[in-house]
Structure formats: structure tokens, C-alpha cells
């Protein structure tokens, strides 16, 4: 079983910046991939970001060129840097994470969701 625990959400202005990071641990399997989603009230949840194993990345067209995420294998944790927010990136951001617990089988797992509020 792995466990995400989130941190760093808050309240900034538009144009301000905020940093989320997420930390996996007990688990015995490698992780694959691992990204931010978010879910803004009333909508579904979308990806923000992606990284694999290996570094490569992928964004949301919504958040490209100011949003970056990085990894630290060595300590399996994410982060998710945003900069230049507004109000629209609003929303509970939750971190994920695939464990491969067999040749080609991934699990997914989430974390609780941190709280992102981007004032006008």
C-alpha cells in the first residue's frame, strides 16, 4: 500500500506563485509514473502534470510554460512549482502515483488533495 501525503497548498493572488510537493512511501514496488491532478468544485479532475520514472514530463495545455514539475527519485517526491497562477487553477490539487506491482501492471494511488485558492 502507498501513502501520499501532500503539502504546500494556500491562498495567493493571481500572479503569484505556490509550490506543492508530495511525498510517497511504503511501498515495495517501483514507481513508474507520478503527477498532479486537480478538480475544481463542480468539475471533474484533469491531469495538471505527469513525470516518469526517467524524467519525461507532459502538462496540461492549460498550465504549460507556467507550471513544472520535478521529481526526486531519492526520496519519492514530487513537486509541482506554479507560477503566474489565476484564478481559474483554483481547484484541490491531488498527487498520483502508478506502482508496478508486476511486468506491465500498475496501480494507481492518490493522495488527499491539497487546497490551491488563487484570489482576483
Known amino acids: 500500500q502507498v501513502q501520499l501525503e501532500e503539502s504546500g497548498g494556500g491562498l495567493v493572488q493571481a500572479g503569484g506563485s505556490l509550490n506543492v510537493s508530495c511525498v510517497a512511501s511504503?511501498?515495495?514496488?517501483?514507481?513508474?509514473?507520478m503527477g498532479w491532478y486537480r478538480q475544481a468544485p463542480g468539475k471533474q479532475r484533469n491531469l495538471v502534470a505527469r513525470v516518469t520514472s526517467d524524467g519525461t514530463t507532459n502538462y496540461s495545455d492549460s498550465v504549460k510554460g507556467r507550471f513544472t514539475i520535478s521529481r526526486d527519485n531519492s526520496k519519492n517526491t514530487v513537486y509541482l512549482q506554479m507560477n503566474s497562477l489565476k484564478p481559474e487553477d483554483t481547484a484541490v490539487y491531488y498527487c498520483?502515483?502508478?506502482?508496478?506491482?508486476?511486468?506491465?501492471?500498475?496501480?494507481?494511488?492518490w493522495g488527499q488533495g491539497t487546497q490551491v485558492t488563487v484570489s482576483s
Open positions: 498520483n502515483a502508478g506502482a508496478e506491482i508486476a511486468p506491465g501492471t500498475v496501480v494507481d494511488y
Open positions: 511504503g511501498s515495495e514496488f517501483a514507481l513508474v509514473d
